[in-house]
């Protein structure tokens, strides 16, 4: 009995710990949902919008954008991999939006009745093929991909651009044999940017996120796998009322040109 | 001539001129820091000089002469070191680390154990030969020394105080062991103890401040001393001054008479040796019949054998303990000291 | 006395330590063992034996065995020499290459990996010499090998060098001075003294090549079976299959505390010079 009391104290020492430390890291939050003042609408507080890593720039840009026309209203957002941010929403994080780079990761949400409402579409995505720039190995087809000699990355299956490419392979036939199959998009893209890659297959948004440190090469088979993001409010949000209009404001005319000119296309 | 020594290291004040005759075991004394490790250093290689060069037998062991900077690595010297500590390897039986040096040399291993046991045999020690050294005490691990130091077959063999770490009880054996296997070999003996020299040595190298300040049989070395620190070794007083007419005359002036060996020519460099025991310790000035008579502050007051010795800034003596409690000093004290005009010994430095 | 010893042994005191000192040492040692803990206890045990020999596990702990095992080797081929340099020899910025030696211990990975790439890369520093060699490091099993060895490297030079400076030169001058040439002293004399931090140093490299994940992600790549290792199938098995990914963590987690334990039993044993002929 006696070693069992003893652990248990120690437990709650260190959990004495922890919360200790969470208090320090998060002080700064009260102040800033007291700092309401009325904005052009009645909306106020803060919200904190989890999102796919792909949407980055973007949702960095929206909101700012937002809280330019919602002076009331701060914005704080996340970025990870779809999964990974899924898990932590699963765990009792304190999201109150969640857009996701796929319909899967969403979807494990709202089986797990955490989301309000149907989610909404608000971007699509497709594959492209990255190349170091000026294109070296001339690559101008999905096929060419397959040929001895090119060293091609891709992303693993088990992440979304990974299972997109998988659906490319299967429906134009043709096997890629990948020098390696990264855990992230981000990996595909930098071991094209070094050189290391003679080609990698990244969503269109990444190739113009890259800044001209790689070239694109379009090709027609990427229709064949299209990724849809969808957005929404979560069912345990504190404000909810700012967390709905954002999610209208990135489904909206103005949400739409800033995705439009990251290169991501319309639901 | 075995060796042939002449060596100068700036940084540690060293500067050294000596030879070794084949066969002949030094001993080697001095203050700490007067330069003893310095000079085996430069023997086994570990030191590397400024200046000079040395030869033993037909082999360079460095020469830093103008022009030349030829150096001879420690394993191609033919150079053994026996240290305070045995140092024998750890992970080595007792045989195999007395058949390192053969081994290393060449030999195979059937061959270097052989080798090996006959040296063991030699030190007393064959019964030894299976055991780890961690598992010998010290004077036995002093005596695998001493045989793994041999069986390298060395033209000069270094030996580093080799019986001062050794319990008292070991030390005598050793001794007479290293008397029996040092007879007919080339030797340098570091030392502090003057038993050692008189007992294993042939002869005496004086190092103070990294020179040479003595260098003679070991006996004579110590019947005339010619610095404070070998009349110290010997036990006895040292007065150095001029010749005079009945004596010396001192450097601050006292005059001591004392008969001399030798002729000596007036207002030679010499020196008078006399014992502690004759030296007496008195509060009243003693007369002219006392012959020489100095005052003097006490240093020290300590129980010596059956006696106590009383030491003053020049003199020594040492008196019975009735005497020492009827004269009641104390260090910082001062008193008489004086010697009969027959009791000292001069001799030309 | 072994009595006495078995007394101490089953009965804690403080000998002398605060009590407050031992009750942070308490929570300091929770705050590192429960997160083991919660790994165990997340454990799907009873899929565990098919979620850790599916083709893709086993692949990664076969390539993660490997990989690490030439590393370790080339850690003790090249750490041994750089040990017994840093620790003997003397020459001018001895100090400086001390500390880059040691530089991959406090580097992020990543950085270690992008150092890679540019070291070992296909535009990298050397890029043109492997060429005309024909060899093509990238992704390859070998650039795995190369980032494991470049952050393990350090725990062997570390803990041989502060054992080779704790040991003393005394008794390889001894050996020199019977006969021995250095290279004989070297086999003979201080490898055989140095054995125990060598084992040790060697079976920390060894957890440590097992364990990198950083550089080998930025500098090899992800393949089955080719270069990706346990670490890097753990992290995107996270994002599919996280029972798949708690399962081999355990794996990781158990190989490495056996490993530690291996190191701490042989640091334990008396290196070296022993007591009796000091």
Redesign the interface.
Known sequence: MRPLARTSGLLAVTAALALGLAACSSGGTPAATTSTTAGSGDLSGSITVYGAASLTATFTQLASDFEKANPGVTVKTTFNGSSVLVTQIQSGAPADVFASADTANMAKLTDADLVTGTPTDFATNTIEIAVPTGNPKNISTFTDLAKSGVKTVVCASAVPCGAATEKIEAATGVTLKPVSEETAVTGVLSKVETGEADAGLVYVTDVKGADGKVDGVTFDDSKEAVNTYPIATLKDSSNKAAADAFVKYVAGAEGQKVLAAAGFGQP | MTLDFKARVRARGFDLTFGVKTGETIAVMGPNGAGKSTLLGLLAGLVHADQGHARLDDRTLFDATAGSRAWTQPHRRGVALLAQEALLFPHLSVLDNVAFGPRSTGASRQEARAVARQWLTEVDAAELGGRRPAALSGGQAQRVGVARALAADPSLLLLDEPLSALDIGAAPALRRLLKRVLADRTALLVTHDPLDALVLADRVLVIEGGRLVDDGPTREVFAHPRTAFVAGLAGMNLVTGVRSADGIEATDGWKVVAPFEAEVARGASSAIVVKPSLVRVSHLKPGRAEGNAVWQTILDVEPRGDSIRIRGDMLAADVTPAAAADLDLAPGDTAWFAFSADAGVGYAL | MDQNRRMTRTRAHLAGVPRWVA?LA??GA??VL?PLVAIVSRVNWVDFVPLITSDSSVAALLLSLRTSLAATALCVVFGVPIAIVLARATFPGQRIARSLVLLPLVLPPVVGGIAL?YTF???GLLSSTFQFLGIDI??STTAVILAQTFVAIPFLILSLEGAIRTAGA??E??????????T??LR??TL??L?PALVSGAILSFARALGEFGAT??F?????GT??TLP?EI????????DTAVALSLVLVAVAVFVVGLAYRNGSVPS???????
């Open positions: 009750v308490g929570v929770a705050f429960l790439l890369g296909r535009r990238a992704f005394r008794y001058a001894v050996a020199a001075t019977l006969g021995a040439a250095p004989t002293v003979r004399v055989p003294l054995l992600l930025t090899a790549g992800s393949l089955q270069t990706r890097l992290y995107l098995q996270l994002e599919t299959d996280p070296g010079p022993s007591g009796a002929d000091r």
